[in-house]
């Protein structure tokens, strides 16, 4: 799998690191069935740091990557709160960003009354293939644990999940401009 990395100089130093960490990462046993390997990395930029630079400019090179292969690929984006990473991510059609400051202060549940933690569920109830994290949220640990488990957690395939992600992607593609 094709894991996509971006950053402003928000991030710019804490994108080097996780790339290195994901580089190491075994291949979860979802991914290795699928009969996929290693994770493959690619630096979308910021190539240097540069404290006057605008992270749309790096995110859209790695959410247009995802958007030609969003079953394929998937990307860690990385900003101050990650919010703006998002909104830009989820404007590519097949894109489905989530955004990541720590761990939550509550237990959820989901529908069947599984616990389920939020990263995890940004996986299995929705198949987000972009992680946008709020680096001034989150230590450089957290930050590890959240990109393995993100990684390591497939989508459910439960038909309910498929039924709102294809809604969702109907509305992008009615929304989207006629050229």
């Not at 971006?6 to 190491?24: F, I, N, P």
């Not at 690619?42 to 990557?65: L, V, W």
């Not at 990307?75 to 998002?86: K, N, R, T």
């Not at 001034?136 to 640990?141: A, C, L, S, T």
């Amino acid at each position: 799998m094709k894991i996509y990395f971006a950053s402003d100089h928000t991030g710019y130093e804490l994108k080097g690191v996780l790339m290195a960490h994901v580089r190491d990462l075994p291949t979860p046993e979802w991914l290795q069935r699928q009969g996929g390997q290693r994770y493959e990395v690619e630096d979308c930029g910021a190539h240097t740091y540069d404290q006057t630079d605008d992270y749309p400019d790096f995110i859209e090179r790695a959410s247009r990557k995802v958007s030609r292969a969003p079953a394929q690929s998937c990307a860690v984006v990385f900003g101050a709160s990650g919010q703006g990473e998002a909104m830009v991510a989820n404007r590519f059609p097949g894109v489905r960003a989530a955004v990541y400051y720590g761990p939550a202060s509550r237990t959820q549940t989901d529908a069947s009354g599984d616990v389920i933690d939020l990263l995890r569920s940004t996986r299995v109830h929705n198949d987000a293939n972009v992680l946008s994290l709020g680096v001034r949220f989150i230590d450089e640990e957290e930050a590890k644990r959240a990109v393995s488990t993100w990684l390591s957690t497939p989508f459910s395939g439960d038909e309910r999940h498929r039924r709102r992600i294809h809604k969702i992607d109907a509305i992008n593609n009615k929304n989207a401009p006629t050229p």
